[in-house]
């Protein structure tokens, strides 16, 4: 492969790493089916899916994470820890406020990777880059009352 | 000759592992009568997943059809790998059980890339509930 093909497949390839870090993924009322969720008052308006990753040094120091800022999802942050369960469950808590509706069945999932380490197939206790992501999925419940409270 | 044709034979079996079972829907019922934490009767457990391959992470090529969970049937340059498809699936099935609510909803969705270098890419989601009466 020439230098013309490589370069910019190299950078396509960065691009596409370092993109999009946070993402956001809900579906409307009309998936359910007219369902709610057991325990709730009221009717189920949205399934949330929230992920957000980022790549490590030696699984401690953050090199890139998916910033969770308001106005700032989307981009990423350098050498900076986004990637716990605060930040991500500020996300969750910001689109039910916004939306008027109640957070309900907040289900978290915490993984972490070795991308790259020392000797390959040891495992990963001599792990260089760490890849680390945490997921929160949720469903926003519209509440009966005014109040938001069960009654 | 010979090389000609087990390189067939891989690629052949590349493609069916492929194509096969993107969208399923597994169910368990059986209960015995027990209670879940909820006072409501648990009808069913369900796990939906649907699976896709994408180029470079963003251009689908091969996804699960979400109208036709459990059947083999694969849909071309299409997104179905979505939430919204795997709600409507789970909902679906949970009808199917006479429930009338859903209990201990969850989503994870997982990326693999290195089996191709990371120039096609296998996007996997996973929403599991219990449906309840």
Known sequence: M????????????????????????????????????????????????????????????PIMTGSTRNG?????????????????????????????TLVTQIQPLRSSTCFFSAIPYIGNTLGIVWYKEIQLSAVLVKPENTTGLPQ | ?????????????FLLVMLTGCAT??????????????ARTPRATISVENYGYYLFGVVPLIAGNPLCPNENICMMFSDTVTLQNNQRMLSDTAHMFNARAL???????????????????????????????
């Open chain 2, 25 to 38: 829907v597994h169910t368990a019922s059986n209960f015995d009568g027990t209670k879940t934490n909820g």
């Open chain 1, 72 to 100: 700032e999802i989307g981009s990423m942050n350098w050498f900076q820890d986004d990637v716990t369960l605060p930040d991500v469950q500020r996300i969750l808590v910001n689109e039910g406020k916004a939306s008027g």
């Open chain 1, 2 to 61: 020439n230098n013309f093909v490589r370069t910019p497949l190299s950078v396509l390839f960065l691009l596409l790493l370092c993109a999009g870090c946070v993402s956001v993924e809900r579906t409307n009322r009309a998936a359910f089916k007219q369902l709610p969720m057991d325990g709730t008052c009221g009717s189920a308006e949205r399934a949330v899916h929230i992920s957000n990753y980022g790549y490590y040094f030696f699984n401690v120091f």
């Open chain 2, 1 to 13: 000759m010979k090389k000609t044709f087990t390189s067939r034979c891989a690629f052949s079996a």
């Open chain 2, 103 to 133: 209990a201990n909803e969850k989503t994870t969705i997982s990326w693999t890339g290195s089996f191709s270098f990371w120039v096609i890419w296998r996007k996997v989601m996973h929403t599991s509930a219990v449906a309840v009466q």
